[in-house]
């Protein structure tokens, strides 16, 4: 167990691997150095309280954190990077793209675009018949239809672009003119050095993936040794104490909430004093808040960059539904009963009675809102998929939240503003305006 708290520095450094999982000396100067710095107390505290690898390499100037879990979340993955913020979830043959763009530049570290394109697709086409390849054509011909050739542009794009945004790739010119223009080209530029450090599993082929079905492909890629890929090796480590308590501490780390109580063992590691002390401490190196109540941990990051510890950040509408189904969530009378799509729309549309003009593009299809505004809540831990389709269940994390609805403000007046004029009126707000107050205290 590792009692030392890191500096500040340190602390910052660590919080933003656990985010992006990779910093570069070119990209990053100034965490590098904090890293290089405390590369001893860092690697000892990944790898004693969580298990997961930190990888250094000084010829290259990289470092990158291995990140491992029995458990990982259903729910995420790389989302598309898009001009407004990050976009949907990568697709599979948009991961499938990435991987054998990642093998051909680590063949040729520089590449131009249309051989780089061109070596994909003789991939793709020697083993899509086998099944084990999706068919990749970007080029309307017989059979190929024009809307399914840009699909695949499209796909191509998205998997160039999460390796730009990852730092493992530059080009020298824009990726889409390329693709949409015949007579343009660009050169693609890796390193070799950072792709050898971007697999943090054991070899695929070693592991047999092909003789293992689907649902044991997770359990083996997260082993740290081939014994461990074994799915009944995985659940007694699961069920060990040193796995109960890696389990406990990564969820810490890497999950906006936790129930402490979901352990094999009858008392959970986090219930214990130990436990708590040890996930506490680990939770300050990261530069994590906690509140901590008997049935529900919420770990939210003060400093932001986290997918699902930034909530409730942002004016979006889905994020302001989400506030709003939130605030309905503690005044049912069963909170933590499910709740269906039906009740969430009924709800967004009462409203909408009260605002007509919040969510009008949402007017004619609630639904689509509904499910955005109980995704925000899943990201946060606060909903949890239920058994039976397009319903909820609320977690615990709920009663740590107070969330004041204000829309019934008076009409903003026109001419200059208060600063300017001195004057204290209140104006009428013309969007659903939600705030969570600073301090939330456990119930």
């Not at 051989?115 to 084990?132: M, N």
């Not at 890629?221 to 009944?232: I, N, Q, R, W, Y």
């Not at 969510?359 to 998929?385: H, M, Q, V």
Request: hydrophobic share 40%.
């Amino acid at each position: 167990m590792s009692d030392a708290v890191f500096d500040p520095e340190a602390a910052e450094a660590a919080r933003h691997l656990t985010i992006v999982r990779r910093i570069s000396s070119s990209d990053d100067p100034v965490r590098y150095r904090a890293v290089l710095a405390a590369r001893h107390q860092l690697a000892g505290v990944f790898r004693d309280e969580l298990g997961w690898s930190l990888v250094i390499q000084d010829m290259a100037g990289l470092v990158r954190l291995h990140k491992r879990r029995d458990d990982p979340p259903s729910n995420r993955g790389p989302y598309l990077p898009r001009t407004n913020g990050p976009g949907a979830p990568a697709g599979k043959l948009v991961l499938v793209l990435v991987t054998l763009i990642c093998e051909q530049l680590w063949r040729r570290p520089r590449i131009s675009l249309r051989e780089l394109v061109q070596a994909v697709a003789q991939v793709c086409a020697a083993e899509s018949t086998t099944g084990r390849l999706p068919a990749f054509r970007i080029v309307a011909t017989d059979g190929v239809t024009k809307r399914e050739a840009q699909n695949a542009r499209q796909d191509l794009s998205d998997a160039l672009k999460l390796l730009i945004a990852d730092g493992e790739i530059t080009v020298d010119a824009d990726i889409d003119r390329a693709l949409a223009d015949e007579q343009a080209d660009c050169v693609v530029t890796a390193n070799r050095d950072s792709l050898a450090t971007k697999i943090a599993s054991l070899s695929p082929s070693l592991l047999n993936l092909s003789d293992r079905p689907p649902h044991e492909h997770s359990t083996a890629l997260t082993a740290t040794s081939l014994p461990d890929a074994d799915t009944h090796a995985a659940l007694e480590r699961a069920a060990s104490v040193e796995g109960r308590r890696l389990t406990a501490l990564r969820r810490i780390a890497d999950d906006p909430g936790t129930d402490p109580g979901d352990d094999p063992a009858p008392l959970g590691y986090l219930a214990t004093l130990s436990g708590r002390e040890r996930a506490l401490t680990l939770a300050a190196n990261l530069g994590l808040a906690v509140t901590v109540r008997r049935d529900w941990w919420e770990i939210t990051d003060p400093a932001g960059g986290r997918a699902g510890l930034v909530f409730p950040q942002g004016r979006r509408t889905t994020r302001q539904a989400a506030l709003a189904l939130l605030a309905e969530l503690t005044q049912r009378p069963q909170p933590d009963a499910a709740i269906p799509l039906a009740e969430i729309e009924q709800m967004l549309q009462n409203i909408r009675t009260d605002l007509p003009g919040w969510a009008s593009s949402y007017a004619a299809n609630l639904a689509l809102l509904a499910r955005d505004a109980a995704a925000e809540l899943i990201d946060a831990g606060l909903l949890t998929p239920a058994s039976e389709p397009d319903q909820w269940l609320p977690t615990p994390g709920i009663h740590l939240w107070r969330v004041q609805v204000r829309h019934d403000e008076p009409a903003r007046p026109a001419g200059p503003s208060p600063a300017q004029t001195g004057d204290a009126q209140h104006w009428r707000a013309d969007t659903f305006d939600l705030f969570i107050p600073a301090t939330q205290e456990p119930q």
